[in-house]
């Protein structure tokens, strides 16, 4: 799933909770990716084609459109709610397994043994492979409606 997803998945668990600390909502915000990777989410053509190529450089370049896509909707969240720190917490600890992974392609080493293995085989539980149209369709509409719910809250 991506970090634009992931975020709103951390923030919205977080914002239900009434979390305010944001250390908490760090925590919860980290353990919500594993929650929402869990489920079947259509993407793999998206690594499959970074492995086709320069896959840092690939990786490099979801990471840059994904980031960008986070920053403008954060800011369009803070425009209307202000910010806040717990819910910048949160979207950051959502990104945590992913830059621990990010990290291992980037320095090509396993750095986080155990984390990989909880993280690879908590992904797509079920493995289910959805089309790739679907699947994005349902990310899309998914991440949508939650930075939807946070912002017009
Ligand atoms: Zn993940």
Do not use: C
């Not at 970090?3 to 914002?15: K, P, Q, R, Y």
């Not at 305010?20 to 259509?42: K, L």
């Not at 392609?105 to 089309?131: D, S, V, Y």
């Amino acid at each position: 799933m991506y970090l634009v997803g992931h975020a709103a998945v951390g923030m919205a668990i977080t914002s239900a909770l009434g979390i305010t600390n944001p250390v908490a909502a760090f925590g919860v915000g980290w353990v919500s990716h594993y929650f929402a990777d869990f489920f079947p989410h259509g993407d793999e053509a998206v690594g499959e084609w970074t492995k086709r190529g320069n896959e840092v450089r690939r990786l490099l370049a979801v990471v840059v459109f994904d980031g960008a896509l986070f920053l403008s909707v954060f800011t369009i969240f803070t425009a209307h709610r202000g910010f806040s720190f717990a819910m910048a917490a949160a979207a950051l600890g959502s990104f945590v397994p992913d830059v621990l992974w990010g990290l291992e392609k980037l320095f090509k080493k396993k750095l986080f043994g155990f984390h990989e293995r909880f993280h690879f085989a908590n992904h797509n539980f079920f493995h289910i492979r959805l089309p790739f149209f679907v699947g994005i369709l349902f990310q899309t509409a998914i991440t949508f409606a939650l930075w939807h719910s946070l912002i017009r809250r």
